[in-house]
């Protein structure tokens, strides 16, 4: 029975060569994706990432003029339900009935909630031919919830009393002194590769392919990496280390006092960052687009087919080098000879358009 049952998963997989895939021209891959954002927000507890992704609702209507059928937002919300009823009063009144909240607990009821926010939004798409959003506060719970959801499929219990059982069996063995991490990871690397499987593969993968706008969360992690581009803030987004790859921005929002700072760390399709911008009683996701937009008048924003190429590592041709014609003075009794440079135009090169400086682009 056994052998029938592989028999039949291989003629599956060969069975894979015979059928073919939908195509989508590039250009239009690029058109309808090329407004959809995938941004996380990290910050100490009170730093703003809440306020953030709010007040970015206030852009869309006062901005942008998104009439209130064209928007829709889920928020997936594993935390204290206080903390965003709060901020209620940040959201615009006629999109308050546009925007629904997942409260999450569970792996389980995480996927259940993207799957159906994803079916919400694509029935969205299709009425308005707009990207709605889906906002995932705290990623760090997910990494949790997946640790979580492996040790009840593996182990029959949760994470926390797995732990405790592990805990206890090291205090009382003296001689093999183990964390409860330890004792989680096991032999031959532990299930940590199945975990990511369960975080990455089976969830955050799907949403980063996704096109609608997508919104992390995060709180702080210490961060000793010495290569990682966040070395010299000494903090990193929590969670799963490698969720800094699957978005194209990163902000870090901070606060010394009553005054608020937003400072990026990441901006796909941008030569360079924006410094450290005070956004103390301003809407921060309007100022970060008013930067964005100020990179992009100075030249610092690639075209997209760039970024593409970039990441596909494929290198442009080189330009073929321009031959250079030197002009000289020439004379004559009867004064310079026609069509030469002049004496003037030598002595006297035209002067260059002075080019934006920095200023332009931190003063928003």
């Known amino acids: 029975m056994a052998e029938k049952k592989e028999a039949v998963k291989q003629d599956d997989a060969r069975d894979l060569w015979s059928q073919r895939a939908n195509s989508i021209p590039i250009t239009r891959y690029a058109k309808e994706t090329a407004d959809s954002e995938k941004l996380l927000v990290f910050s100490e507890t009170g730093g703003g990432k809440t306020n953030f992704y709010l007040q970015m609702?206030?852009?869309?209507?006062?901005?942008?003029?998104?009439?209130?059928?064209?928007?829709?937002?889920?928020?997936?919300?594993p935390d204290r339900p206080q903390g965003l009823v709060k901020l209620y009063g940040l959201i615009p009144a006629e999109y308050r009935d546009c925007i629904e909240i997942f409260p999450v607990g569970t792996y389980e009821e995480t996927i259940k909630a993207t799957a159906t926010a994803v079916e919400a939004l694509e029935e969205h798409h299709k009425k308005t031919g707009r990207y709605g959003w889906i906002v995932f506060e705290l990623i760090e719970n997910y990494w949790t919830f997946s640790q979580d959801y492996f040790c009840r499929e593996a182990y029959g219990t949760s994470m926390a009393e797995f732990f405790a059982q592990m805990q206890s069996i090291s205090s009382k063995d003296r001689a093999e002194k183990r964390t409860a991490y330890e004792a989680f990871a096991g032999p031959f690397g532990g299930p940590w590769p199945i975990?990511?499987?369960?975080?990455?593969?089976?969830?955050?993968?799907?949403?980063?392919?996704?096109?609608?706008?997508?919104?992390?969360?995060?709180?702080?992690?210490?961060?000793?990496?010495?290569d990682s581009i966040f070395s010299d803030l000494g903090y990193r987004p929590a969670g799963e280390k490698h969720t800094q790859h699957k978005v194209d921005t990163i902000i870090y929002l901070t606060h010394k006092g009553n005054k608020f700072f937003m400072k990026p760390f990441k901006l796909t399709g941008f030569r360079r960052l924006y410094s450290q911008l005070e956004v103390t009683d301003k809407n921060p996701y309007e100022v970060h687009k008013e930067a964005l937009e100020k990179l992009a008048k100075m030249g610092h924003m690639v075209s997209k087919m760039d970024d593409i190429e970039k990441q596909a590592n494929i290198k442009p041709p080189k330009p073929k080098e321009e031959k250079k014609i030197i002009k000289t003075v020439s004379k004559t009794e009867d004064g310079e000879k026609e069509g030469a440079i002049s004496q003037k135009e030598l002595v006297t090169p035209e002067k260059k358009e002075e080019e934006a400086t920095d200023e332009d682009v931190w003063t928003v």
């Open 57 to 77: 609702l206030t852009y869309l209507k006062d901005v942008k003029k998104i009439p209130k059928d064209e928007l829709k937002m889920f928020i997936i919300f």
């Open 195 to 226: 975990i990511k499987f369960f975080h990455n593969f089976n969830w955050i993968d799907r949403v980063k392919r996704m096109p609608f706008n997508i919104i992390f969360t995060s709180e702080l992690k210490e961060e000793d990496n010495k």
